[in-house]
């Protein structure tokens, strides 16, 4: 019986050392750059300009921007009034931020990635995005649902 167990212990102890390792390459903090204007970023990059993937229905980054289709019906959009860096599995560290809007008349809360001044990603808030403990405010002064 204990001979049974020797391998199954070097085997837990092999996978505990590459956990080890592999935790230790990853970066521990984030890296320091200046918050970008996301109101701004996020005004403009609110509709699809290019490309938009009708077979798997969601807005195709490649143009780095466009969050809703085109002929999506927007309003009652608004921002929250954090944003903080997050490690991403595509894009390295990324802002996020979330936005609350009714989207073809029912209210839905957005996740939204930001990197290098361009939205890289958006997608349904979750759990661990901490949207429902945001303060949100308005889009900016002036700024139009196009």
């Not at 109101?39 to 403009?44: F, L, S, T, V």
């Not at 300009?49 to 466009?66: T, V």
């Not at 990635?113 to 403990?133: K, L, P, T, W």
């Amino acid at each position: 019986m204990i001979l049974l167990r020797k391998p199954a212990v070097v085997s837990l102890a092999l996978l505990a050392a590459g956990l080890c390792a592999s935790a230790s390459a990853q970066p521990t903090g984030a890296p320091q750059q200046p918050t970008p204007n996301y109101r701004a970023i996020i005004a403009k990059s609110l509709r699809v300009k290019n490309k938009f993937n009708e077979e798997i229905g969601m807005a195709y980054f490649a143009s780095r921007g466009g969050i809703f289709a085109a002929n999506a019906k927007i309003d009652h959009l608004e921002v929250a009034d954090s944003i903080r860096m997050v490690p991403t599995n595509y894009y390295g560290w990324a802002w996020q931020t979330c936005i609350r809007l009714n989207l073809n008349g029912a209210p839905i809360t957005y996740a939204v990635f930001i990197s290098e001044g361009h939205v890289v990603d958006a997608r349904s808030a979750v759990a661990i995005d901490n949207c429902e403990r945001a303060q949100y405010g308005g889009l900016r002064a002036g700024a139009t649902l196009r």
